[in-house]
């Protein structure tokens, strides 16, 4: 009895100090809330240390049969470390034409939507990317949260 206890007790210690690595470069995720308004922005911050990598940037959104409209159209605006801007204005289905959703999910889909491909980030330093809709209602509903995904582009190296 005493030597089950002394393994509990140390596979649970090996558990608890062995650190799960994510396998995202960046992830973070954001909630819109019960209604998003289009002026709202929705901001992610992230430190680029290397830039000998090519990155994918690509958003998770995640939306409820509420969502009344079949895409989604979205503004960003990324900020690099010495202050430049770039905008882009990006449209995404998250619907087939008969209404099916696309994504996983039963009542809460999940779509892993391509916003950059291998891209360079070329300075080192705090990235500021800002996220805003651009659908027509003022409040949208159905838009659960956004995620932001940054990974080193596999493909390059």
Known sequence: MKKINLYSVLLTAMLLFTQCESPHFYQEQKSVGEKWNKD???????????????????FLSRNTNEYPYSNFYIFTKLI????????????????????EW???GKNLKELYLVYRENVALKDTGNYKLSVW???RDE?????????LIVDKNKKAQ
């Open 80 to 99: 690099d470390p010495k202050g430049q801007e770039f905008t882009d204005t990006l449209q995404y289905y998250l619907a087939m034409p008969d209404g």
């Open 40 to 58: 709202s922005a929705i901001t992610f911050n992230f430190e680029i240390k290397d830039t000998t990598e090519a990155f994918n940037l690509s």
């Open 133 to 135: 809709h651009g659908m």
């Open 102 to 104: 696309v994504g996983k």
């Open 139 to 147: 409040n949208l509903i159905g838009i659960e949260d956004i995620s």
